[in-house]
T-cell receptor
Framework: KNEVEQSPQNLTAQEGEFITINCSYSVGISALHWLQQHPGGGIVSLFMLSSGKKKHGRLIATINIQEKHSSLHITASHPRDSAVYICAVQALKTSYDKVIFGPGTSLSVIP | DAGVIQSPRHEVTEMGQEVTLRCKPISGHNSLFWYRQTMMRGLELLIYFNNNVPIDDSGMPEDRFSAKMPNASFSTLKIQPSEPRDSAVYFC????????????FGPGTRLLVL
């Protein structure tokens, strides 16, 4: 079993829909990151959170430490949101918090 | 700031050749990470430097891979000899203060080993 899992693996949505991507993990963590990778390949960090909720524009990220679960929400989705969204955790391992990546969720927003 | 700079952006080489990937982190950042991304395995950490010192190289696949950070503004990842299974996108990222802070990714180097 992977230490970081995401669902769904692939997601197609109509423009304007509300989108939720889920991340669950099985290790103790100090922080969780949501990354966005566009078709061109570049990776951008969207959020880093260790508790509660963060919001940036139409994006909202939440985390429940007790349940070891995080969600990324996109409101009023747009075709430019089409990308791969990657959940990554800072795992409490060894001498430092090693990053472990989830497999990614591929999102396609159709006009 | 120019962001994290990687070179080359694309590299095509033949099996057995030496490959050197280069990275310039954001000025003032003291942590540097090398990652590899493949379709099969996704993103994987290869090596993490803090203040130019390798902290975790457990992700380096084997002796064919080596990484150096001679100063705060430059790092290299070398593969010698290269093999077709090394074909991947290699990302360099830097952060201001360590793994617990936001990492800024470079554009990646697409490596194809024939």
């Amino acid at each position: 079993k992977n230490e970081v899992e995401q669902s769904p693996q692939n997601l197609t949505a109509q423009e304007g829909e509300f989108i939720t991507i889920n991340c669950s993990y099985s290790v103790g963590i100090s922080a969780l990151h949501w990354l966005q990778q566009h078709p061109g390949g570049g990776i951008v960090s969207l959020f880093m959170l260790s508790s509660g909720k963060k919001k940036h524009g139409r994006l909202i990220a939440t985390i429940n430490i007790q349940e070891k679960h995080s969600s990324l929400h996109i409101t009023a989705s747009h075709p430019r949101d089409s990308a791969v969204y990657i959940c990554a955790v800072q795992a409490l391992k060894t001498s430092y918090d090693k990053v472990i990546f989830g497999p990614g969720t591929s999102l396609s927003v159709i006009p | 700031d120019a962001g994290v700079i990687q070179s080359p952006r694309h590299e095509v080489t033949e099996m057995g050749q030496e490959v050197t990937l280069r990275c310039k982190p954001i000025s003032g950042h003291n942590s540097l990470f090398w990652y590899r991304q493949t379709m099969m395995r996704g993103l994987e950490l290869l090596i993490y430097f803090n203040n130019n010192v390798p902290i975790d190289d457990s992700g380096m696949p084997e002796d064919r891979f080596s990484a150096k950070m001679p100063n705060a503004s430059f790092s290299t990842l070398k593969i010698q000899p290269s093999e077709p299974r090394d074909s991947a996108v290699y990302f360099c990222a830097s952060s201001p203060g360590g793994p617990r802070e936001t990492q800024y990714f470079g554009p990646g180097t697409r490596l194809l080993v024939l």
